[in-house]
């Protein structure tokens, strides 16, 4: 059965404007059931005293800083890198605020009327990475990611 996921700019549609891009075909989404953790990321909750539940702004600005080098496509080491490219697995890195955070998308070449687009789908949300280097909770991530089962279907 294949995950659900939905558009970033439905959880964020303040930001509608940011997300939509007909230059590139690039659409971002993430899975339902991360949906709520993912907000929590973006909000700082667990990182942050005085956090405020729906609050995005701690972490908004390098969430969307990353966005920029999903939409272009431009693998960056501090940003947004190619973890396994096996199954297109990558990594939106925050490496912010003294935490090491990571959330492990999928990426899919999909084609639809209008041409091929990539699809990138923000699959699992790694908090506190501990080392540089790639470490065995790191790669069990990454093959779980592997693991779901994601198509190019809205």
Do not use: W
Not at 80 to 95: C, G, H, I, N, Q
Not at 135 to 147: D, F, G, L, P, R
């Amino acid at each position: 059965m294949c995950e659900s996921t939905v558009r970033i700019e439905n959880i964020l549609p303040n930001f509608k404007n940011v997300f939509s891009n007909s230059k590139e075909r690039v659409e971002l989404f993430v899975r339902v059931s991360l949906v709520q953790d993912f907000l929590e990321l973006l909000g700082g909750k667990g990182d942050k005293k005085g956090y405020i539940e729906g609050d995005v702004s701690y972490r908004l600005s390098k969430f969307l800083a990353v966005y920029v080098v999903v939409m272009y496509g431009a693998y960056q080491d501090a940003l947004y890198r190619l973890e396994s490219s096996k199954e297109r697995v990558t990594a939106m890195k925050f490496m912010d605020k003294g935490f090491n955070d990571r959330l492990y998308c999928r990426e899919l070449q999909c084609r639809d009327g209008n041409g091929e687009y990539r699809k990138v789908i923000i699959s699992l949300i790694h908090r506190k990475k501990k080392t540089d280097s790639m470490s065995y909770k790191e790669k069990n991530a990454i093959e779980k990611v592997i693991s779901y089962e994601l198509d190019c279907e809205h």
